[in-house]
């Protein structure tokens, strides 16, 4: 123990019954909780603060007894000690350690190993409070967020930065196979879905610049592929029960949730560089997926032709649905241009023709609409509404037969999808003024991504050890009876 613990532990002892004295004391007996919390937790982080630097100055003073090497193996000898600062969520502390070198070789401290610090000064506690706060929130608010909890200022670079280091392991974290009780509960359909979403971006990151914009016209955009996959079981329904919820009529009952089955290990991903690459990507991960027990294989999206051709490409085994939605609106579409959006007998075309879509004869329906496209006394217009319609059906026919997908109890909607693209881009991404470069985009939506899939602790674990392998490949990440406890506190 070094000369100077007996001190700051004494000092520890003395601040800790400071604080029982304060909250059992007169001072106290006037005061609002909200008073007695705040003080408490300013003071428990100054005390913290002075526990963790008896940590490192404790753990500092024991100089290594067996041989030291540096990293292609050659024996090292002693040299001095070196400081070196930590940035903890208690704040900034330095300490130095025993050190080794030789000739030609770098310096060595194994204490830096030994308790796996971060190649940079900030903890990596720290990192992950910076990273999971970004995540939500912009750079800024979420500085702002952290200096007034924590009670420091960290720079916005930092935050930055933080995010980008915090990534590096999330392409290998996402390939990973996956857990071998995932299919335990799975449904036996696998379903893959995907759909894009624009993110702002600097003009000089596009690889074919927009226009010159002036000032108050939208942002370059970089459309972000969003995917999800998960399985579930098999919902048949009826096609009079879909009208009517499609209709909200107010007699359709909705069922009960509890009814309804719910994805299985749903996985979200959200990438900028490109179609091909995410449903490639995509494709790879429902390969992991499969198993014996999964009987279906489907894959829904909009009617974006290049999305559709990815898909064919990428899953050539998946039935394809068009997502019900993007029908319905293009049905509605050629109802408002027949009919006006006020005409009273709107919803009762709608229900018929809706009726036609789920009962599988979409074949008819687009006759119906052709030759109702081809009244004379149409004005142009509506025609064209009617005809847009009609080449939208005429081109997704062999993705809509819905009345068999109803049959065997299929989804029939990208809302999975959908919702991903509002949570994982839009709710971050196109927050007011923000301008993004493709790499800090991309961070930030893998971090996205792995926070809502609910694998944030497991993969920052797995971070944190691929950073130690990286850092100090002659050591062991430190592992076992110590770091368990430390776990089971935090939880």
């Not at 335990?184 to 003009?203: E, F, H, M, N, S």
């Not at 994982?424 to 971090?447: F, S």
Request: aromatic share 8%; glycine share 6%.
């Amino acid at each position: 123990m070094p000369p100077t613990a007996e001190p700051m532990i004494a000092h520890a002892h003395q601040q800790f019954q400071e604080l029982v004295t304060y909250v059992t004391g007169p001072q106290t007996q006037s005061a609002s909780a909200y008073t007695v919390e705040l003080t408490l937790f300013r003071h428990l982080l100054a005390l913290g603060a002075q526990l963790l630097q008896l940590f490192f100055l404790t753990r500092a003073a024991e100089r290594p007894r067996q041989p030291v090497q540096s990293p292609d193996g050659t024996r090292l000898t002693y040299h001095d000690r070196r400081p070196t600062t930590y940035r903890s969520v208690f704040g900034r502390m330095v300490f130095a350690r025993h050190a080794f070198t030789a000739p030609g070789q770098p310096v060595v401290c194994p204490l830096d190993a030994a308790l796996s610090l971060p190649a940079r000064c900030y903890s990596d506690l720290l990192r992950e409070w910076m990273s999971y706060s970004a995540t939500d929130a912009s750079y800024r608010e979420s500085q702002t967020a952290l200096e007034r909890i924590l009670g420091q200022s960290l720079s916005l670079q930092a935050f930055e930065t933080t995010a980008a280091e915090a990534t590096v392991d999330a392409t290998d974290f996402f390939e990973q196979p996956p857990a071998a009780n995932t299919g335990t509960d799975a449904g036996p359909i696998l379903v893959a879905q995907a759909d894009g979403k624009g993110v702002p971006v600097v003009a000089r990151q596009l690889t074919v610049r927009p226009a010159r914009r002036s000032k108050g016209h939208p942002p370059a955009m970089k459309e972000a592929i969003v995917t999800a996959l998960y399985t579930i079981a098999p919902y048949p329904r009826g096609p009079d029960a879909i009208v009517a919820a499609l209709l909200h009529e107010v007699q359709a009952r909705p069922e009960p949730s509890t009814s309804r089955p719910q994805p299985v290990a749903k996985e979200l991903r959200a990438s900028l560089d490109g179609k091909e690459a995410a449903l490639r990507r995509l494709a790879v991960r429902a390969g992991q997926r499969d198993h014996a027990t999964i009987q279906h294989r489907v894959a829904l999206t909009d009617g974006a032709e290049a999305l559709q051709e990815q898909v064919r490409t990428q899953l050539p085994a998946y039935t394809r649905i068009l997502d019900i939605i993007h029908a319905v609106e293009y049905l509605w579409g050629a109802a408002n241009g027949l009919l006006g959006e006020r005409h009273p007998d709107r919803i009762a075309w709608m229900r018929q023709h809706l009726t036609l879509l789920l009962t599988g004869q979409t074949t008819a329906l687009i006759a119906a609409l052709q030759q109702a496209a081809a009244d004379p006394t149409l004005p142009t217009a509506q025609q064209q509404a009617v005809l847009r319609t009609v080449g939208y059906y005429q081109r997704n026919l062999p993705y809509m037969r819905y009345d068999a997908y109803l049959a065997h109890g299929w989804p029939i909607g990208t809302g999975i999808v959908e919702g991903a693209c509002g949570h994982v881009v839009k709710d971050r991404m196109q927050q007011a003024g923000m301008r993004w470069t493709l790499a800090g985009a991309q961070a930030v939506l893998d971090l996205r991504a792995v926070r809502l899939n609910g694998d944030w602790d497991a993969y920052w674990q797995f971070h944190r050890q691929r950073q130690h392998r990286r850092l100090y490949p002659r050591s062991e990440f430190p592992t076992g009876l110590a770091e368990e406890c430390a776990l089971a506190i935090s939880a």
